[in-house]
């Protein structure tokens, strides 16, 4: 027979979980204190634990603590109100299974729960669910602890009608992890909408938002549906919220504090109920410090953190993504063990994002054969032309027939270990890439009108850097 702990001071609600689950067969059993709970004798018959987590004589974590460290097997649900939340999120991070809030409204979901818990008490986490999720999305998990803990966490959670918030650098996988979180919660059937709050302008992130009404400014001429209106029931994914400007901050806390909106031009409020994941690669609470996020919001965002850790603290995991990623392009190249050395030793500033647009454009160049170090040179694998791999990439002439020829006769003379014609070829390669670089600069000159600030926007570049492949001093 399977037997529950109940960890409750409040008589009623421990007498009602009593009643709830012995009419379904388990055993149960009740202590209203931590002094009774530390004075039991035997704690490995239990399955599963319902545990308080404010008890007149003992705070609930250290119960759960205890426990699990006494009955690792055992799941255990923490009990809260709604103003202890944050505390429940942090029982998670500590080894609980779940957490319910009270009063309890969803009497069969509490059953479910309990059934679910006691059916995979002995399973592992990977069997109960969140490593087999992400292989079925594609979230790449590798064998870093770090990465493992955050799913499993973000799996947890999921289904809870929370705002998360996701930090992490550039390029690490925010919406890839926000798209999980999705797929694992109840709204998965809904709508996925996100948004760039730093890529649209302040008058127009308005009405992205909120939406507008027919007439509602100079060429307003339909009503349009905002983001909350078009996830609602669903999630909506902000990202980059650190560069939203203070008058967006403004409304955007109204929506998170009512669940109301008003669309712009418009006079009745409408409701939003779309799950909210806001994502940063600043660090917020910096942002806070320096008075360019509000603090208020910051508090609203911030019920769960996650944070994503950066490539180069999972270098371990470098090797199977170069791998993995090779296998999406469907190119016949091999990276030789030096080449994944050398990119294991780099940092990786861009972290996924670069390490993916390294091995398209890799693959690309050499479209065959073994990638040996060479290869990787020039423009480096710090990946900081982004004008090269783009150009490079959608190139059909003569650029890539003569860099491919030149990088089989760069790999001939690397075997060969003969430095003096390999070091010419490198030259005639480093100067082949300039010129592919001045080609595109000038091209997309003129595609902005001679807008040097908009042509570096859109190659990635700096001013400073045009002027130098220009030759202008």
């Known amino acids: 027979m399977k037997h529950i702990l109940i960890v409750e001071d409040e008589r009623e609600v421990a007498r009602f979980l009593e009643r709830l689950f012995r009419l379904k ?22 399955q599963l634990a319902f545990i308080d987590i404010r008890l007149p004589d003992r705070n609930g974590l250290d119960i759960l603590h205890d426990l699990k460290k006494r009955a690792p097997h055992c799941s255990c649900i923490i009990m809260t109100g709604y103003s202890t939340v944050k505390t429940a999120v942090e029982a998670i991070k500590k080894g609980a299974a779940d957490f319910i809030e009270k009063p309890f409204e969803d009497i069969e979901a509490i059953e479910q729960l309990a059934d679910r818990l006691l059916k995979n008490s002995f399973l592992s986490s990977k069997e109960a669910g969140y490593a087999v999720l992400a292989e079925q999305l594609g979230c790449f998990l590798g064998t870093n602890p770090q990465m493992h803990e955050l799913y499993q966490f973000a799996y947890k959670i999921a289904s809870k009608n929370i705002t998360i918030l996701i930090e992490g650098e550039t390029g ?19 709508p996925f909408v996100g948004i760039n709050c730093g890529a649209i302008s302040e008058s127009l992130l308005e009405s992205e938002l909120f939406g507008h009404v027919k007439g509602a400014f100079t060429g307003a001429a339909a009503e349009r549906v905002g983001y909350f209106e078009a996830a609602s029931s669903g999630t909506l994914f902000l990202d980059e919220i650190a560069e939203a400007t203070p008058a967006t901050q403004v409304k955007l806390l109204r929506v998170l504090e009512t669940g109301e909106f008003m669309k712009i031009g418009g006079t009745v409020p409408r409701r939003t109920t779309a799950r909210i994941i806001a994502a940063s690669h600043v660090n917020l609470e910096k942002a806070v410090r320096q008075n360019s996020f509000r603090e208020d919001l910051l508090y609203r965002l911030d019920v769960v953190k996650l944070t994503i850790p950066p490539l180069r603290e999972r270098r371990e995991d470098i090797p199977f993504l170069i791998q993995s990623l090779i296998q999406q392009t469907n190119e016949k190249i091999v990276f030789a063990e030096e080449t994944i050395e050398q990119m294991v030793r780099y ?7 670069e390490l993916a647009n390294v091995i ?62 390999l070091n010419e070829l490198l030259q005639t390669m480093k100067r082949m890439e300039k010129d592919l670089i001045v080609a595109v600069i000038h091209s997309t000159l003129k595609e902005t009108a001679g807008n040097r ?7 990635g570049l700096s001013k400073r850097q045009i002027r130098y492949y220009l030759n202008e001093k």
Not at 347 to 353: E, V
Request: avoid cysteine.
């Open 25 to 46: 067969g388990y055993e149960t059993t009740h202590v209203e204190s931590g002094r009774r709970f530390d004075q039991m004798s035997d704690y490995s018959s239990f």
């Open 172 to 190: 690490t996988g925010k919406e890839v992890l926000a798209n999980y979180i999705h797929a694992a919660s109840e709204r998965k059937d809904k």
């Open 347 to 353: 940092d990786w500033p861009g972290n996924m994002r």
């Open 360 to 421: 398209r454009r890799t693959a690309a160049l050499a479209h065959e054969g073994m990638i040996i170090p060479p290869h990787l040179l020039p423009g480096k694998v710090n990946g900081q032309h982004p004008a090269v791999q783009t150009a490079a990439l959608n190139t059909q002439g003569d650029f890539l027939n003569d860099w491919r020829q030149l990088s089989r006769k760069v790999e001939h003379l690397y075997k060969g270990e003969q430095t003096v014609q």
């Open 453 to 459: 600030e908009q042509a570096a926007s859109r190659l």
